[in-house]
């Protein structure tokens, strides 16, 4: 016998840790859950994603292009998600029409993405994006600018909340999307002395449009 075998046949006659831990009947969330109204979640989560850097708008649809212009600025290429997977109908074309150009989807020169979402999370402010499909994970990762455009109707009250819609489905956001990522803010990180750096991993400035 091997070193190996005898190493190996003596942790299997070992005691299994915790075989007296009792299974779990009742999940809590990781913050407390209160009833809301769809209009309270909707402000709960632009509170909760101003507090965590991101700058917020609820605009009708002529008012959210008028801001993604401004955002846009000088600039005559944006990245973007594709028109189907973004709540804003014609968008790429009004952009088209004032000389903004969609570029190649890994283009790291572009200042501004553009992306929709594929749920909000309304008590920590945060955003899911699913990769794959016409919606590019670069987009939200390489531009300084990253535009989040969403429905309120979006909006669900937790992570634990979507994970559950996630189960019911067949957890479509893990075996259909390439990636699924959790933006709560814009990127930072203060692993080097404790010095907080934004845009280290990703977008300096979150924009989050709630289209009504």
């Not at 840790?17 to 999940?27: A, G, L, M, N, T």
């Amino acid at each position: 016998m091997s070193a190996r075998d005898r190493i190996l046949g003596k942790l299997r006659q070992t005691r299994k840790p915790f075989s007296d831990v009792q299974p779990i009947c009742e999940r809590r969330h990781m913050i407390p859950r209160h009833d809301l109204s769809r209009r309270e979640q909707l402000q709960l989560f632009a509170d909760e994603a101003e507090a965590v850097g991101c700058f917020v708008y609820q605009l009708e649809q002529n008012e959210a292009f008028e801001q993604i212009m401004e955002l846009i600025g000088e600039d005559r290429s944006v990245l973007s998600w594709e028109q189907g997977e973004i709540p804003f109908e014609g968008l790429q074309g009004m952009l088209g029409s004032l000389g903004v150009t969609v570029a190649e989807e890994n283009d790291g020169e572009v200042r501004v993405g553009i992306t929709g979402v594929n749920a909000a999370l309304a008590a920590t402010g945060s955003l899911i994006l699913e990769s794959g499909g016409g919606r590019y994970r670069n987009t939200s990762l390489l531009p300084d600018v990253h535009i989040a455009l969403l429905r309120a109707d979006q909006i669900t009250p937790d992570l634990e909340t979507w994970q559950q819609t996630q189960k019911d489905a067949g957890y479509p956001a893990f075996t259909e999307a390439s990636n699924t990522t959790v933006i709560t803010g814009p990127s930072k990180t203060a692993d080097i002395a404790h010095q907080l750096v934004k845009g280290a991993h990703g977008p300096r400035e979150v924009h989050v449009m709630i289209l009504e």
